[in-house]
């Protein structure tokens, strides 16, 4: 069972690298037209190619992709894709551990950066960070299902592990078409963002891509050191702020209005997504003042989306607006989003669960369900949120510890764990708006590190592959 398995995750890892190396010509045009190193760029894709089809090739099989090989496959393949993807960082000059941290923050769509001065980069780099992110939102391996037919058969056991949650909702009965309904919403979000950053805001049209790139994905990286900040552009903040807003939102919701249906305040997550917005946006006001009330709705969503785009340093603020933002790392988007963190249906879910048990106490004889847009919830999905939120917890301590013993302080240890299990990018302290991560120890990164990859799959999906049964069968 050993063998068989790692055989066919390290096939199916290789097929996916040997297309994904062809994401490469899209920097290598760039870097052409700049007039910039473009070989960077050439020798990543061969590396990237070379690999993918010597993994596809010695390791073919006819094995079909059962429910416990989707957590190795998964698992493995958003580990080997940023390590690929940080290829072209390291031909750039950068050491390794510092290439594997922006290409997995990339890809698991954090946005937490080493880069000190974001402007030095080469036009081509630029657009690299913002691919790996927007490859990343919507999910390698969803792209994969979406295009490629071997991944067909089976694809449902990979589609659920890369988009974990609780209350698993497909568009259409074939796994396939509905990767490629979510590809084709998530394409025509990104393209109409372009067109109003260029045409209206008025950005740079290479800005208006990169920016566009990693607003869908809820990444946060930017063309400028600043961020969004560095346009001083209020059309531009408001533009960005409706499409995190949008990609915050469940994609289900999406199709739904785009097929005409528009009861979507029945959907009582989203009405809890409003409100929770809404709320953060008010308290920060108050914290801050009311002249501050752009910078408090863009941070505001921004943070809870897990998008990470600042326009201020929010590092500077009191202590009360901090805590706001604080607690909307850990809250996140809504399931079936780009956006990362806990999750706000499980956060309302927990709330009516609460509710109920303390009806219990009252009437203990008493049947009382838990219900989810008027439908009973199972006790099974009840038990699975409430071991994520323990484990989610229990992971950011232990990490936040570790960080603590490594010399920094309990503002910047906690945020920077939050900030990228929860897929934000910026924290507070010594990771705050205002700086980065380069200065971490390598003991730190390589932490962050897990922390990204485990936030990105919601944990259970990686943790699997460490219990020994699992590989026993």
Not at 76 to 102: I, K
Not at 271 to 292: E, M, N, V
Not at 401 to 408: E, P, T
């Amino acid at each position: 069972m050993f063998y068989q398995r790692v055989t066919l995750t390290l096939h199916i890892i290789g097929s996916i690298l040997k297309w994904l190396a062809l994401v490469y010509i899209f920097p290598l045009g760039v870097a052409f037209y700049y007039g910039e190193n473009w070989r960077i760029f050439l020798y990543s894709l061969l590396l990237t190619l070379t690999i993918g089809i010597l993994l596809e090739v010695r390791f073919k099989t006819t094995r079909e992709i059962g429910r416990a090989d989707g957590f190795s496959i998964v698992s493995f393949t958003w580990l080997f894709v940023p390590l690929f993807a940080a290829a072209p960082y390291a031909f750039l000059g950068w050491n390794f551990l510092d290439a594997f941290f922006e290409a997995m923050s990339g890809f698991t769509t954090t946005g937490a950066t080493i880069v000190q001065n974001v402007e030095n980069l080469p036009q081509s780099a630029l657009l690299w960070r913002s691919l790996t992110q927007w490859l990343g939102g919507m999910g390698v391996i969803g792209l994969f299902i979406a295009i490629l037919p071997k991944l067909g058969v089976g694809g449902s056991q990979l589609f659920e592990r890369e988009f974990p949650g609780p209350i698993p909702e497909k568009l259409r009965p074939r796994i396939r078409t509905t990767a490629k309904l979510l590809w084709r919403i998530y394409i025509g979000f990104t393209v109409a963002e372009i067109l109003l950053l260029y045409f209206l805001a008025r950005l740079k049209l290479f800005d208006s891509i990169c920016i566009s790139l990693c607003t869908l994905p809820t990444g946060g990286f930017t063309p400028t050191t600043a961020s969004i900040g560095a346009y001083a552009s209020p059309l531009a903040e408001y533009i960005i702020m409706a499409f995190m807003f949008l990609a915050g939102t469940n994609f289900i919701i999406h199709y739904q209005v785009l097929r005409g249906n528009f009861k979507i305040f029945r959907d009582e997550e989203f009405r809890l997504y409003l409100i929770l917005l809404a709320s953060a946006t008010l308290l920060l006001i108050l914290s801050q003042g009311p002249s501050s009330y752009r910078y408090s709705l863009f941070q505001s969503l921004s943070i809870m989306t897990t998008t990470g785009f600042v326009t201020c340093d929010f590092g500077l603020w009191r202590s009360g607006g901090k805590m706001v933002l604080l607690a909307l790392m850990f809250i996140g988007g809504c399931g079936g989003s780009t956006g990362g963190a806990i999750k706000v249906v499980r956060t309302l879910t927990l709330l009516k669960h609460s509710r109920m048990m303390m009806r219990k106490a009252i009437s203990p004889k008493a049947v009382i369900p838990v219900k989810y847009n008027q439908k009973p919830l199972s006790e099974e999905i009840i038990r699975d949120i409430i071991s994520f939120l323990f484990i989610y917890i229990l992971v950011a301590a232990g990490a936040s510890i570790v960080l603590g013993f490594l010399g920094l302080d309990l503002e910047t240890s906690f945020s920077a764990v939050a900030a990228t299990l929860g897929n934000v990018g910026p924290g507070l302290g010594g990771v705050g708006p205002g700086l980065n991560y380069a200065w971490l120890p390598a003991a730190g990164k390589g932490l962050l590190i897990v922390c990204m990859w485990l936030g990105r799959l919601e944990l259970f999906t990686v943790l699997m592959i460490f219990w020994p049964r699992f590989w026993r069968g």
